[in-house]
């Protein structure tokens, strides 16, 4: 019984929520990647290499027989998803610096092209009183 109630709890907190939108938009993510590395950047790169597919590149140990099987070194599949990598984590990163810039362009407190909230509004009006009143009340301590 316990079990459940603390999955009811995790489940209506919102946590299972957030994971759940984090594995669709990952999900989501990944086919955009995967497209960007196999379509757009690996035909320009097989045309560099002379129309050479990475994924059957392999050393050969043993060739193959009649009833002995290829033992081989597949190289070509492990740079392929090695490239894969590295597009992805270039991608991700020019994604979150963005996300960062737009970010910080939201907080910035003295660009006027983004409308504040009223509540922010109202905290920065309360924070400028109250340090205008403790200059003041600093001005009356130091002059008794």
């Given at each position: 019984m316990k079990l459940l109630k603390e999955f009811k709890e995790f489940a209506v907190k919102g946590n299972m929520m957030d994971m759940a939108i984090g594995i669709i938009i990952g999900a989501a993510f990944n086919k955009v990647i995967d497209v960007l590395a196999k379509q757009v950047l690996l035909p320009p790169l097989s045309l560099l290499s002379e129309d050479v597919n990475l994924e059957n590149q392999k050393?050969?140990?043993?060739e193959a027989a009649t009833n002995?099987?290829?033992?081989a070194i597949a190289y070509g599949k492990l740079a392929e998803v090695f490239l894969d990598f590295l597009i992805i984590g270039f991608t991700v990163f020019v994604v979150i610096k963005a996300m960062n810039r737009l970010k910080r362009k939201a907080q910035d407190s003295n660009d006027t092209s983004v409308s504040t909230?009223?509540?922010?509004e109202l905290l920065s009006q309360l924070t400028e009183l109250m340090e205008e009143q403790n200059k003041i009340l600093k001005t009356l301590n130091a002059s008794k």
């Open positions: 050393f050969i140990l043993r002995v099987d290829e033992v909230p009223k509540d922010i």
